[in-house]
């Protein structure tokens, strides 16, 4: 299969980017083709510093590498440096109707944190978003539920697209038949949701309060600052309930994450120690299982060759299929 994925370069990445998304593509490599970008186009629509974001673009792709992504198996790139992203993003501009747009739950959300700058990059998002899949005919889409509805309308644009465009192989001298497959996108059970340290009701987000994540680089003392302190619920028993116990629920979700043990046998580990001496252990467990990724981003962060190396190869590799996509859609579209 045709995996494709990518991430914003807005800050650093978190345990829920990690837990949601990037934890599910490390074995994805293994038996797919698999094109994992750094979604430069789609960080420029939330206010950001134009001097810090080639920086956040490599930290973004040293977090890809320490989590395991294999350069060797996957194509890494940024998305600017193809192109044809942007291009195919205008064009299914012209076949995705507006109310499609205006109903995402992201962009009514980000439109309210981000009052001052409703830009129409806020807006088309989700339409770049199918771009950034449909250009390499992407078949899955591995992400955080958040991108549940994203993922829809991608896979309704390919449906409109293969309707409209779907002229008969002899007119267009070969390729015609559909042009795109509809891509499922592959969510996590658990962990496809991690909430925000501070307020458990909201997703934990790259573009909220430091203290309400925890960053896959954070030292040990951050994490387990950000964890004695995360917000928990009346009460003292560590118990699995989602509306009762947003918090400690969060904290066992991520707990049983990262120690594959179920939520059940923590809480029997846990039975009559409250919730300090569990969060205690939770940080314990974090600070030990982000060690490894700790030291391999020290390593990464002196090896600017390599990385620049690794973008470059994948930059090229993603063009080739780029390329021929967009050939086979201006023919279809009839601008060639
Ligand atoms: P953010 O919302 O933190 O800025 P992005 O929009 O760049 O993150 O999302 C990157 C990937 O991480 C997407 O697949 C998204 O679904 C996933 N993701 C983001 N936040 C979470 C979360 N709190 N829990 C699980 N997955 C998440």
Not at 45 to 62: G, R, S
Not at 192 to 210: Q, R, W
Not at 299 to 306: F, G
């Amino acid at each position: 299969m045709r995996i494709v994925s990518g991430i914003q370069p807005t800050s650093q990445l978190h345990i829920g980017n990690y837990l949601g998304a990037i934890k599910q593509w490390i074995p994805l490599q293994e038996k797919n083709e698999c094109v994992f970008f750094v979604a430069d186009l789609h960080a420029l629509t939330i206010p950001y510093d134009p001097e810090k974001l080639q920086q956040a673009i490599k930290e973004t792709v040293i977090a890809y590498i320490a989590a395991g992504l294999d350069p060797e198996k996957s194509i890494i790139f940024v998305q600017s440096q193809v192109k044809e992203h942007a291009e195919l993003g205008w064009l299914l501009n012209t076949i995705c109707p507006i109310g499609e747009l205006q109903r995402m739950t992201q962009y009514k959300d980000k439109s309210k944190k981000f009052k001052e700058n409703i830009n129409a990059g806020l807006l088309d998002y989700p339409v770049l978003q199918a771009a950034d899949v449909l250009l390499y005919k992407g078949e899955a889409v591995p992400v955080g539920k958040d991108q549940e509805q994203h993922v829809e309308l991608i896979r309704s644009l390919a449906k409109k697209f293969n309707q409209k465009f779907a002229s008969p192989a002899s007119s267009l001298g070969g390729g015609g038949g559909i042009t795109f497959k509809e891509p499922a996108s592959l969510i996590l059970k658990e962990g496809g949701k991690i909430m925000s340290l501070t307020d458990p009701k909201k997703k934990m987000s790259k573009s909220d309060d430091p203290k309400s994540c925890i960053f896959l680089f954070d030292s040990p003392e951050d994490i387990t600052k950000k964890i004695m302190s995360a917000e928990t619920d009346s009460g003292k028993e560590v118990r699995y309930n989602i509306t009762k116990k947003p918090g400690i629920s969060n904290l066992l979700t991520i707990y049983s994450l990262l120690t594959g043990k179920t939520t059940q046998q923590i809480e029997k580990e846990f039975t009559g120690k409250g919730y300090g001496e569990f969060k205690k252990s939770l940080a314990e467990v974090t600070v030990q299982y982000l060690e490894p990724f700790r030291r391999k981003q020290k390593e990464l962060a002196t090896r600017e060759v390599y990385l620049q190396e690794i973008l470059r190869k994948g930059a090229g590799r993603a063009l080739t299929i780029a390329q021929e996509t967009m050939k086979e859609v201006k023919q279809k579209m009839g601008l060639s």
